[in-house]
């Protein structure tokens, strides 16, 4: 698997298994699956309700707890520093592990600088390895920046060829922030996953317009994590790092970019929504 050498020294793998609405019962079956084939990253979160069944899924792979790249995100409702600490602790009982290799702040509203300091702590107390953000504005990423003393070292947001953050992306640039897609095929967009660029590409290289998309997001420096339950997806997605795309097609593809995202709450609306989801995670997961 090949890696980025993040902001902090340490290696993520260019690819992971998303667990977005996975419930706990599938969550075993579609990990044993993707470490057979060769994954070695997963990405789950407080809200995702499955960190338990992640927790139990890297214990029975018996795969050395070293080997494989955990990341795991806390909910805005647990921002702020007291806050924060006590989550962190209550995630890493959940994933029954002892640290985290990724620790994300899921959501750029509540007190965010505050989670940030506790984050920065755990780093310190060796609870996380490397720490990030998702889903901060460039507003709200610089007034964080301004005051962290570890810049984020991964940055995950809303990605695809339909909606490409090249502005957010040079900016997180001159931190040496990596940028993790989400979404990374607009949510198996039908739109997208027909467009005849991919197609044409998939024909070249004998590989699937999923395939295309994916080796896009790594070739353009982005860490890429997409979704499936489905054992036949699992396998083709790991299918990224035989060929290679031409800077011709890659700038075909960087021209697809038309400013459309697939999650499109209004910023009020999300912050109302997003402060109001107080979840017992502990009770909860699924
Ligand atoms: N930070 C955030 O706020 C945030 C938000 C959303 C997601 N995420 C993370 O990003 C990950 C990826 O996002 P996502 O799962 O929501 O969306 P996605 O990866 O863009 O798309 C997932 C969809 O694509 C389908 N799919 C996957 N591989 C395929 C293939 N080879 N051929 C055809 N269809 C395929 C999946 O169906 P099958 O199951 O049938 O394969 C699923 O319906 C999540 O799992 C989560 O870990 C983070």
């Known amino acids: 698997m090949e890696t980025f050498t993040l902001n902090d020294g340490r290696e993520m793998p260019k690819l992971g298994i998303g667990l977005n609405q996975v419930p706990s019962a599938d969550v075993g079956p579609a990990l044993a699956h993707a470490f057979e084939v060769g994954y070695r990253s997963v990405d789950t979160a ?6 338990r069944a992640v927790g139990q899924a ?8 070293e ?4 990341t795991t995100k806390l909910w805005s409702t647990d921002s702020g520093y007291t806050k924060t ?26 007190d965010y600088n505050g989670a940030w300091r506790a984050m ?8 996380v390895r490397s720490i990030g953000i998702s889903n901060f504005n460039l507003r709200r990423l610089t007034d964080l920046t301004s005051r962290a003393t570890i810049m984020p070292a991964v940055a995950q947001l809303e990605r ?5 953050q090249r502005e957010l992306k040079a900016f997180l ?42 080796r896009w997001h790594v070739q353009d420096d982005g860490i890429v994590i997409p979704g499936s339950t489905n054992p036949a997806h699992i396998r083709s997605n790991f299918e990224l790092f035989d060929f290679e ?42």
């Open 46 to 51: 407080n809200t995702y309700l499955n960190e």
């Open 58 to 65: 890297i214990r029975h792979s018996g795969l050395p707890r």
């Open 67 to 70: 080997d494989v790249f955990l």
């Open 85 to 110: 600490s006590t989550a962190i602790d209550r995630t890493l009982k959940r994933l029954d592990t002892d640290y985290l290799d990724l620790l994300l702040l899921h959501q750029q509203y509540g």
């Open 120 to 127: 920065q702590e755990a780093v310190a107390a060796g609870k």
């Open 160 to 164: 695809h060829p339909y909606f490409q």
């Open 173 to 214: 640039e001159r931190f040496g922030t990596v940028v993790e897609s989400w979404f990374p095929l607009g949510r198996g967009d039908k739109e997208l996953l027909a467009e005849p660029l991919f197609a044409e590409l998939g024909r070249k290289y004998g590989k699937s317009p999923v395939q295309v998309i994916l």
């Open 245 to 286: 795309l031409t800077p011709e097609e890659m700038d075909r593809i960087a021209a697809m970019d038309r400013n459309r995202r697939f999650h499109n709450l209004p910023e009020f609306l999300e912050r109302i929504i997003f402060q109001s989801m107080r979840m017992d995670y502990d009770k909860r997961q699924r």
